[in-house]
């Protein structure tokens, strides 16, 4: 069973989501780092629309808000899966390997940096450090924390738990 119009109605209900962040600020100026955090967290990524609806709620130029978007390595403009996996690649988890840990996650994927499972499921990005050294290499997926990650079998135990 279908629901026409169920995709834009969830899209609507979002962008209301948004709106009422936006228009509960006491402030707007200087505000854009903050919505654009929220709605990333709403929306999974900053599309061109999502960037539109916020420069013009916050009646700044969508060229700033794009410049803002673009720096920032915490902002991404392409969906990320289901579960974002972070390899990283900080020098104490590089010389314990992890070169070869997103090696692994590459192949059993079938992706590479940057991009998502045809099904959602996963996005894969490497990063330069978690703070976690002791703990070297490093596999974050979403929030949780994988240490010690030495092997392909240890990568597609931590891919069997998400699948």
């Known amino acids: 069973m279908g629901c026409e119009g169920c995709t834009n109605q969830l899209t609507e209900s979002l ?18 780092i903050a919505v654009l955090h929220k709605a990333q967290s709403i929306f999974g990524h900053l599309p061109a629309e999502v ?3 916020v420069a013009q709620k916050l009646n700044v130029p ?3 808000v794009y410049g803002v978007v673009s720096f920032y390595s915490f902002f991404t403009m392409t969906p990320k899966g289901k579960n974002p996996i972070s390899v ?8 314990r390997g992890s070169d070869k840990v997103l090696q692994a996650f590459k192949e059993e994927l079938g992706i590479e940096i940057g991009e998502t499972t ?3 499921l996963f996005s894969l990005d490497a990063l330069r450090c978690v703070g976690a050294c002791g703990l070297a290499p490093v596999v974050m997926i979403g929030d949780k924390v994988y240490g010690k990650i ?5 990568v597609k135990s931590i891919l069997n738990e998400y699948r």
Do not use: N, R, W
């Open 15 to 32: 962008y209301k989501k948004l709106e009422q962040f936006i228009d509960e600020l006491p402030e707007k100026e200087g505000a854009l």
């Open 51 to 53: 960037q539109q609806f």
């Open 62 to 64: 969508v060229a700033q």
């Open 88 to 95: 990283c690649l900080g020098t104490a988890c590089y010389v």
């Open 118 to 120: 045809k099904d959602g």
């Open 150 to 154: 030495t092997s392909k079998e240890q």
